[in-house]
């Protein structure tokens, strides 16, 4: 089973933005952020918890600004 984590934005700009730059390069699925992780813009990136390191390099090699990289609930 594989671990999954979650990029989470303060605004649905950023998200978009982050959705564009990272989905050349790693394996996402835009979600809507779970409450117990966020409460900020509702709309999340769901990524391979191993991709972490590569997901935070790539937002900031573009100025994408994030609130947090968080575990998902339940894997």
């Known amino acids: 089973m594989q671990d ?3 990029v989470t934005f303060y ?3 950023h998200a978009l933005k ?3 730059v990272l989905k050349k390069e790693v394996e ?3 979600v809507p952020v779970p409450r117990s992780i966020s409460a900020n813009c509702g709309i999340a990136l769901k990524f391979p ?3 972490a390191k ?7 090699r573009n100025r994408v600004a994030f ?3 968080f575990p ?3 894997g």
Request: proline residues 4%.
């Open 28 to 30: 996402i699925l835009v």
């Open 54 to 60: 590569k997901t935070e390099e790539i937002l900031a």
């Open 72 to 74: 998902w609930p339940n």
């Open 4 to 6: 999954y984590s979650v």
């Open 11 to 13: 605004s649905t700009h």
């Open 67 to 69: 609130e947090g990289i």
């Open 49 to 51: 918890t191993s991709e």
């Open 18 to 20: 982050a959705e564009k």
